[in-house]
C-alpha cells in the first residue's frame, strides 16, 4: 500500500472514531440512566413502608392522649395523607427539586409533575421518575403530621388544615430543597442521609413555637392506651428502615448500611432513655422506651448512610439522654405544654443527629463524604453541618411563627374552652373512640 493511501486510511479511520464519540457518549449516558429493577422493586417497597409510618404516627400520638381526644389526634395526622399527598404532586415537588440553579426554592415549571414519568430521572438514575416523587412524597405528608403532638388536645382542626398546607409550601419545600434541590446548603456541602434538616429539625424547632404560640392545655390527664402507643412505635420502627435505607435510591450495600445502623442506633436510644427514666424516677417505663426508640430513629436518619454500626450506638445514645434532659427542661423549666415531646424528639433528636454527621462521617461508608468527621480527623464538615443548624432552626421558627400568626386571622388556632372540655372527637369531628 502505498504512503499515500496509507494517510487516507488513517484519515477515514480517525474520522470515524470521531464520529463516534458523541455516540459513544450518548450510550454511556443511557447506560447510567437505566431503569434497574432491583432498585425499583426496593423503591416502591421503601415507598410503601414510609407511608406507613404516618398511621404509625396516628397511633403512637393517639395513644398518649386522653379518650375524649384519640379520634381528633388520628384524623390530625391521616389527613395529611390527603392533603399533602395532592400537594406535593401539584406544587411542592417542583418547589422543593426542579431548578438546582435557584438557592432558595425550586420553580413552578413542574406543576402536576410536568417532566416526570415512567423514565429515571437524574437524581436517582436507575428509578422510574414516578417511584422517586412518590418516596419524597411520603417525606412531605409525614414532616408536617409530626407537629401535632406539640399542640395535642387543642388545635382547630380548620385552623390545623390551613397551617398543613401554608407549611408544608413555606417550610418543608424550601428546605427540602436548600439540602436536596441542589440549593445553598448542597452547595455548601452540608450532608442529609434521610431527613436530619429537612424532616425533623424542620417539625421539631416549628413545634416549638407551636407549644408557645397555643399555650397550654386546661388539663391533662393520663395516655388513653400505651398498647396503642406500642403498636405505633412499632410501625415508625418498622416503616423508618424504608425511610433511611431507601434514601439510598438502590439496594445495594450504601442500603445495607442504613439498615443496620439504624437499627442499631435506635436500640441504643431505648437503652438509654429507659436509664435516664430509671435514674431520674426510680422506675423504667413503657412509654418511656417507646420514645427513646423514636428520638433513636430521628437522631440517626441525617446519619444513616455515613457512619459506620459503631459509631451510630455512640448517636443513639447521645441523642437520647440530651432528648430526655430536655424533655425535661422544656416542661419542668419553661413550663411548656408540648404536650407529646415533639421538640425533644424531633427537634433535639435531629439537630443531635445533623451534627453528628459533623463528628462521624466516615469517607469509607460513603464516597459522598468529602470531609471526615471531626473525630476522623477534620473539622470542615462539622462547620458546615453547625451552619446548616442554625440556619434551619431560626428559619423554621420564624416561619412558623408568622404561618400561625396569619391562620390566627383567618380562624381561631385554638378550640373554645368548652369544646376542649367535652374534647376534639365530639367537638370537631362528632365522633368518640368509646363511652368513656
Known amino acids: 500500500m502505498s504512503l499515500f493511501n496509507c494517510k487516507k486510511l488513517m484519515s477515514v479511520l480517525v474520522a470515524a472514531v470521531v464520529a463516534l464519540v458523541p455516540t459513544m457518549a450518548m450510550a454511556q449516558d443511557a447506560a447510567a440512566m437505566t431503569i434497574n429493577t432491583g432498585d425499583t422493586a426496593w423503591m416502591l417497597t421503601s ?40 400537594l406535593w404532586i401539584v406544587v411542592g415537588y417542583s418547589l422543593a427539586f426542579n431548578n438546582g440553579d435557584q438557592a432558595f426554592i425550586g420553580d413552578l415549571s413542574g406543576l402536576m409533575l410536568n417532566g416526570v414519568g415512567q423514565s429515571p430521572l437524574a437524581i436517582a438514575p436507575t428509578i422510574p421518575g414516578l417511584i422517586f416523587v ?48 441542589a440549593g445553598w446548603l448542597a452547595d455548601k456541602g ?14 421539631g424547632w416549628s413545634a416549638l413555637i407551636c407549644a ?8 391533662t390527664g393520663a395516655p388513653y392506651d400505651v398498647g396503642m402507643i406500642v403498636l405505633g412505635t412499632a410501625l415508625l420502627w ?18 445495607a ?11 441504643a436510644a431505648m437503652l438509654a432513655w429507659m436509664a435516664v427514666d430509671w435514674m431520674k424516677d426510680g422506675k423504667p417505663t413503657c412509654v418511656g422506651g417507646c420514645i427513646g426508640i423514636v428520638i433513636g430513629l430521628v437522631a440517626i436518619t441525617p446519619c444513616a448512610g455515613f457512619v459506620s454500626v459503631t459509631s451510630s450506638i455512640w448517636i443513639g445514645i447521645l441523642a437520647a439522654v440530651a432528648g430526655n434532659i430536655v424533655a425535661r427542661i422544656v416542661k419542668k423549666g419553661l413550663n411548656l405544654d408540648d404536650s407529646l415531646d ?52 431560626v428559619y423554621s421558627m420564624v416561619a412558623t411563627f408568622v404561618i400561625v400568626k396569619l391562620v390566627g386571622f383567618i380562624t381561631p388556632i385554638r378550640v373554645s374552652d368548652a369544646e376542649e372540655a367535652a374534647g376534639l372527637d365530639s367537638s370537631q369531628h362528632g365522633e368518640k373512640i368509646c363511652n368513656c
Open 190 to 203: 452540608a450532608l442529609d442521609f434521610a431527613g436530619g434538616f429537612v424532616v425533623h429539625m424542620t417539625a
Open 257 to 267: 448500611q442504613a439498615f443496620m445502623t439504624t437499627f442499631v442506633a435506635t436500640a
Open 342 to 393: 415533639v421538640f425533644a424528639c424531633h427537634g433535639i433528636g435531629g439537630t443531635i443527629g445533623a451534627i453528628c454527621v459533623g463528628l462521624f462521617a466516615d469517607p469509607s461508608v460513603n464516597p459522598l463524604v468529602t470531609h471526615p468527621g471531626l473525630f476522623l480527623g477534620s473539622a470542615d464538615l462539622l462547620k458546615i453541618q453547625l451552619e446548616g443548624v442554625g440556619a434551619v432552626a
Open 47 to 86: 415507598t410503601a413502608l414510609v407511608l406507613i409510618m404516618t398511621p404509625g404516627l396516628a397511633f403512637f400520638y393517639a395513644g398518649m392522649v386522653r379518650a375524649k381526644n384519640v379520634v381528633s389526634t388520628l384524623a390530625q395526622n391521616m389527613v395529611a395523607l390527603g392533603v399533602i399527598g395532592i
Open 134 to 181: 412518590g418516596f419524597q412524597a411520603m417525606f412531605a405528608i409525614i414532616t408536617p403530621a409530626l407537629m401535632t403532638g406539640a399542640f395535642a388536645e387543642r388545635v382547630n382542626f380548620k385552623a390545623w388544615l390551613l397551617i398543613l398546607v401554608l407549611w408544608s409550601l413555606a417550610v418543608y419545600s424550601p428546605v427540602a430543597h436548600w439540602l436536596w434541590g
Open 212 to 219: 408557645i404560640l397555643f399555650g397550654k392545655r386546661r388539663d
Open 238 to 255: 418498622f416503616g423508618w428502615f424504608g425511610f433511611n435505607s431507601g434514601s439510598a435510591l438502590s439496594s445495594g450495600g450504601l442500603a
